[in-house]
Protein backbone atom coordinates (compact mmCIF):
# COMPACT_ATOMS: atom_id res chain seq x y z
CA UNK A 1 0.00 0.00 0.00
CA UNK A 2 1.33 3.75 -0.75
CA UNK A 3 2.23 5.80 2.30
CA UNK A 4 2.69 9.37 1.30
CA UNK A 5 4.84 10.76 4.49
CA UNK A 6 5.10 14.59 4.88
CA UNK A 7 7.69 16.52 6.58
CA UNK A 8 9.29 20.06 6.16
CA UNK A 9 6.80 21.94 8.19
CA UNK A 10 7.28 24.41 11.27
CA UNK A 11 7.39 27.76 11.93
CA UNK A 12 8.32 30.60 10.28
CA UNK A 13 7.94 34.55 10.28
CA UNK A 14 5.66 36.57 7.31
CA UNK A 15 7.98 36.63 4.10
CA UNK A 16 10.15 33.64 5.66
CA UNK A 17 10.36 30.04 3.24
CA UNK A 18 9.74 26.69 3.43
CA UNK A 19 10.13 23.74 1.53
CA UNK A 20 7.09 20.77 2.09
CA UNK A 21 8.89 16.98 1.17
CA UNK A 22 6.14 14.50 0.34
CA UNK A 23 7.87 10.87 0.14
CA UNK A 24 5.38 8.54 -1.89
CA UNK A 25 7.87 5.56 -2.09
CA UNK A 26 6.14 2.90 -4.91
CA UNK A 27 3.95 5.64 -6.06
CA UNK A 28 4.49 5.92 -10.05
CA UNK A 29 4.44 9.98 -10.94
CA UNK A 30 3.05 8.92 -14.20
CA UNK A 31 -0.23 7.37 -13.26
CA UNK A 32 -0.88 10.15 -10.52
CA UNK A 33 -1.33 14.06 -10.13
CA UNK A 34 0.25 14.56 -6.76
CA UNK A 35 0.68 17.34 -4.91
CA UNK A 36 -1.03 19.81 -1.39
CA UNK A 37 -3.80 20.56 0.21
CA UNK A 38 -4.38 22.91 2.89
CA UNK A 39 -6.80 23.04 5.91
CA UNK A 40 -6.56 26.07 8.51
CA UNK A 41 -8.44 26.48 11.75
CA UNK A 42 -12.11 26.86 11.03
CA UNK A 43 -11.86 26.82 7.05
CA UNK A 44 -12.66 23.81 4.61
CA UNK A 45 -9.75 22.03 2.85
CA UNK A 46 -8.15 23.50 -0.44
CA UNK A 47 -6.29 22.30 -3.45
CA UNK A 48 -2.75 24.65 -3.32
CA UNK A 49 -0.99 22.95 -6.15
CA UNK A 50 -0.50 19.51 -7.71
CA UNK A 51 1.73 18.57 -10.63
CA UNK A 52 0.79 15.85 -13.55
CA UNK A 53 3.84 14.55 -15.00
CA UNK A 54 1.96 12.79 -17.41
CA UNK A 55 -0.10 15.68 -19.23
CA UNK A 56 2.92 17.77 -17.99
CA UNK A 57 0.50 20.11 -16.06
CA UNK A 58 0.85 21.86 -13.52
CA UNK A 59 -1.87 23.84 -10.77
CA UNK A 60 -1.84 26.58 -8.62
CA UNK A 61 -4.24 28.26 -6.12
CA UNK A 62 -4.72 32.19 -6.84
CA UNK A 63 -3.58 33.06 -3.72
CA UNK A 64 0.30 31.01 -3.56
CA UNK A 65 0.59 31.85 -7.56
CA UNK A 66 4.25 33.66 -7.94
CA UNK A 67 4.87 32.59 -4.34
CA UNK A 68 4.83 28.69 -4.11
CA UNK A 69 6.46 26.46 -6.26
CA UNK A 70 5.55 22.30 -6.95
CA UNK A 71 8.39 20.28 -8.29
CA UNK A 72 9.25 16.54 -8.31
CA UNK A 73 12.28 14.07 -8.08
CA UNK A 74 11.76 10.83 -9.71
CA UNK A 75 14.55 9.02 -8.57
CA UNK A 76 14.03 9.68 -5.08
CA UNK A 77 9.68 9.52 -5.48
CA UNK A 78 9.20 12.51 -3.52
CA UNK A 79 7.30 16.06 -4.27
CA UNK A 80 8.24 19.24 -2.85
CA UNK A 81 6.53 22.44 -2.49
CA UNK A 82 8.66 25.46 -2.15
CA UNK A 83 6.92 28.18 -0.10
CA UNK A 84 8.24 31.67 -0.56
CA UNK A 85 7.25 35.28 0.56
CA UNK A 86 4.98 33.46 3.41
CA UNK A 87 1.77 35.48 5.07
CA UNK A 88 0.11 34.42 7.65
CA UNK A 89 -2.89 33.12 6.49
CA UNK A 90 -0.81 30.60 5.03
CA UNK A 91 -1.05 29.13 8.42
CA UNK A 92 -2.39 25.51 7.77
CA UNK A 93 -2.20 21.39 8.38
CA UNK A 94 -0.60 20.55 4.82
CA UNK A 95 -1.40 17.49 3.19
CA UNK A 96 0.09 15.43 0.61
CA UNK A 97 -2.28 14.01 -1.88
CA UNK A 98 -2.37 11.91 -4.43
CA UNK A 99 -4.86 10.64 -7.28
CA UNK A 100 -5.47 8.43 -10.48
CA UNK A 101 -7.19 11.33 -12.44
CA UNK A 102 -4.17 12.44 -14.01
CA UNK A 103 -6.28 15.63 -14.98
CA UNK A 104 -6.71 17.27 -11.68
CA UNK A 105 -10.48 16.76 -11.77
CA UNK A 106 -10.52 15.47 -8.07
CA UNK A 107 -8.38 18.31 -6.77
CA UNK A 108 -11.23 20.47 -6.95
CA UNK A 109 -14.52 18.69 -5.70
CA UNK A 110 -13.99 19.58 -2.16
CA UNK A 111 -10.96 18.04 -0.94
CA UNK A 112 -12.82 15.34 1.11
CA UNK A 113 -10.82 11.88 1.97
CA UNK A 114 -13.05 9.78 -0.25
CA UNK A 115 -12.09 12.30 -3.11
CA UNK A 116 -8.41 10.91 -3.23
CA UNK A 117 -6.91 7.67 -3.56
CA UNK A 118 -3.64 8.99 -1.06
CA UNK A 119 -3.39 11.05 1.96
CA UNK A 120 -0.31 11.86 3.77
CA UNK A 121 -0.93 12.66 7.78
CA UNK A 122 0.30 16.62 7.11
CA UNK A 123 2.20 18.76 8.62
CA UNK A 124 1.85 21.83 9.94
CA UNK A 125 2.75 25.36 8.55
CA UNK A 126 2.35 28.04 10.93
CA UNK A 127 3.37 31.84 9.97
CA UNK A 128 3.51 34.33 12.54
CA UNK A 129 2.99 38.37 11.70
Known amino acids: EVQLVESGGGLVQAGGSLRLSCAAP????????IGWFRQAPGKEREAVSY????????YYTDSVKGRFTISYDNAKNTVYLQMNSLKPEDTAVYYC??????????????????????WGKGTLVTVSS
Open 97 to 118: AADSDVYGGSWHLGGEFHDMDY
Open 26 to 33: GLSFDDYA
Open 51 to 58: ISDSIDST
